[in-house]
């Protein structure tokens, strides 16, 4: 979603705001432009679609040591110029940018600038116009804009820039992330860390309703009300290779490919020296005194969050529910008396799952966060974290980060039986180590994968997905890959439920996906295919050694039923791959989606 950089320092702001918005471009944008301060003013270029446009626009020498700039994903106002940020003030003393939702901008706009003329749709335009009203009044450029925050209602992260004085920016949060870069003799502003590894590794946090001034060599972080706010800086553990797509022609391929490391990488950061498991002590008692556990996520997140439930109840016999955090949000049930709520949140962003954290932290309820993201909000606010190590995600596609995520509550859930005092035969290590050598074998066949998708995805209009017990979760995951990248239009369902109502779209030909790896339900799927298959589908199989068939498509090595998840993943995301690629997709950056959703 929305990116923001913001640059002041020593150096052409320009390649370090185009390098940075490059870095958000897997976020998801429809629009991006910069603002450079120049001694005649502020300098704008701004265009609808990729930054490789904006860069055509920009096309030559352009100077400023102090600039801003965006890439914008449409919420108020078409995907347009107009609409695109920066955005500047009526008289044009001031230029922004801003991340969010302003929920109150129409009363704003009718209670202080009925006066003003407005360029955009946008409810940005009312914040950049609000800080010309005040400053109109008489207040200084920073009293101006934190009085300007003060009256909004919703989400921001927004950088602004002031014509009368080129050698200070002002940065300001609320709900939606914004970090400071603290360079030597420069410093940057950005909603994402990765966008300033350029400049710099250290980090300066704003937390919501704060405001901060910052020059060249200077930060001074306020409280809305200007109480001074002190804040030591951290170092962000990140490598800005992982960044870079090296050999590969995609991000998603790639970090398909890094599943197996990953998993590796996730039994390391979470075992002793002696072989136990290495979790804090806190999170522990919270595991063990909980009577039930909530757990809330969005997309990819949320079926993960599915296969964390039967991780949970079944390993470590703690019930578990797991909920979608827009839906919790307004409409809580019944809680038990003890609840533990776990986020599992690929970017620790996502404006649904905070909303529940705000509300149920102030319930007094204990919260632990599962995360790619360390440092960020979801982390930072819950009472315990735990990172899911699967380096950073680019493509908008989550592949590694759902699958660390599974392996991470795979932990969890060991722990948690340990926790009780539980004997468990359920080795959470030993079991993802065999998973990390499956899916080594998996990615080195993908051959297969490509001729299913050219077999059963090239021209299809739909596609179903089916699955039951743990498979039908997985089922769900792999019809949100292959719809999200080839824009087919792909469901998962449970194998008995597609006869109640959906067989009707079965046609000839219609490609169905049965995924079979639960021994326990095998011959129930594989009637659930039959019934679809008497009526013309296509039927794709994808079993276990276990579970296999004579004419199944895709056979897997047998791992923990628990764990099937994890590796039956690998297939389904290959494929929407290839369906992507034999379309003619954009695989890494699909239409209309947004890598980290901060608005509502
Ligand atoms: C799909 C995908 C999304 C996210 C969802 C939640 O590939 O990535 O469905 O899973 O937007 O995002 P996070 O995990 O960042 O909370």
């Known amino acids: 979603m929305c990116g923001i950089v913001g640059y ?10 185009i390098k940075g918005l490059e870095v958000l471009e897997y976020r998801g944008y429809d629009s991006a432009g910069i603002a450079l301060a120049t001694k005649n003013g502020a300098k704008l270029y701004k265009e609808k679609g ?63 600038l009925p006066d003003k003329h407005f360029a955009s749709d946008t409810d940005s335009e009312v914040i950049v116009q609000l800080v010309e009203y005040f400053s109109e009044k008489g207040k200084s450029t920073d009293e101006a804009f934190r009085q300007t925050l003060s009256l909004l209602h919703g989400s921001y992260a927004i950088v602004l820039m002031d014509n009368e004085n080129a050698d200070a920016i002002y940065a300001g949060k609320n709900k939606s992330p914004l970090l400071i870069g603290t360079g030597s003799g420069e410093n940057v502003v950005a909603s994402d860390t990765m966008a300033m590894l350029t400049v710099t590794k250290e ?27 002190h804040r030591e800086s951290f170092q962000a553990e990140i490598d800005e290779a992982d960044t870079e797509k090296g050999t590969y022609s ?82 809580e049930p019944m809680l038990s008396e003890n609840p533990l709520f776990v986020f599992i949140s690929q970017s620790g962003e996502t404006a649904d799952c905070r909303g529940v954290l705000v509300r149920v932290k102030k319930q007094g309820y204990r919260t632990l966060t599962v995360t790619n993201v360390p440092g960020s909000t979801l982390s930072r606010e819950a009472d315990f974290t735990l990172h899911t190590h699967a380096g950073p995600e680019i493509a908008v596609a989550s592949t590694k980060a ?44 993908k051959d297969i994968m490509e001729q299913v998708a050219r077999d059963y995805m090239a021209d299809t209009r739909n596609c179903f997905f089916i699955g ?56 129930n799927t594989r009637s659930n295919a039959q019934e679809v ?35 039956t993943a690998l297939p389904l995301q290959l494929i929407a791959y290839y369906a992507a690629m034999h379309r003619g997709c954009d695989v890494d950056k699909p239409r209309n989606l947004a890598k980290s959703v901060t608005v509502e």
């Open 203 to 229: 980090f300066i946090e704003i937390h919501d309703e704060e405001a901060a001034v910052v020059t060249n060599d200077d930060v001074q972080l306020k409280k809305l009300d200007g109480t001074l706010v």
């Open 250 to 331: 995609h991000f998603m391929l790639k970090e398909i490919d890094e599943q197996p490391a990953v998993i590796r990488n996730i039994i390391q950061e979470y075992q002793n020296k002696d072989g136990n498991i290495k979790l804090e002590k806190d999170i522990r008692t919270a595991l063990e005194e909980t009577d039930r556990i909530y757990i809330m996520a969005a997309g990819t997140s949320y079926h993960a969050g599915l296969i964390g439930k039967e991780l949970l109840e079944k390993v470590a016999k703690k019930p578990t529910e797991v909920h979608i955090a827009s839906e919790f949000l307004y409409d």
């Open 8 to 17: 002041i320092g020593h150096k052409q702001a320009k390649d370090t705001l």
């Open 468 to 523: 039951r017990s743990l498979d039908y979760h997985v089922v769900l995951e792999g019809a949100l890959k292959l719809k999200e990248i080839s824009y087919v239009q792909a469901e998962g369902f449970a194998g008995g439920e597609l006869k109640h109502g959906t067989i009707a779209l079965i046609e000839e030909g219609t490609p169905v996906v049965a995924v079979t790896t639960q021994p326990h339900v095998n011959r």
């Open 50 to 112: 990729r930054i490789a446009s904006l860069k055509e626009a920009i096309n030559g020498d352009v100077s400023g040591m102090t600039g801003i700039g965006h890439t914008r994903w449409a919420t108020h106002g078409k995907p347009s110029k107009a609409n695109a940020h920066p955005h500047q003030s009526q008289n044009k003393r001031f230029t922004l940018v801003h991340n969010g939702v302003v929920d109150n901008y129409q009363q704003l706009k009718r209670d202080y």
């Open 533 to 567: 298959m008497a009526r013309g589908a296509n039927a794709c199989f994808i079993s276990t050694e276990e579970t296999r068939e004579e004419g199944d498509q895709i056979v897997l090595p047998t791992v923990h039923r628990l764990l099937t998840p994890l590796i």
């Open 402 to 445: 759902y699958t660390a995520q599974m392996s991470v509550l795979a932990i969890l859930a060991m722990d948690c039986a340990h926790a009780q005092g539980m004997n468990s035969d359920f080795d959470a290590m030993k079991e993802l180590g065999l998973v990390a050598s499956v899916m080594d074998t998996i990615c080195d066949q």
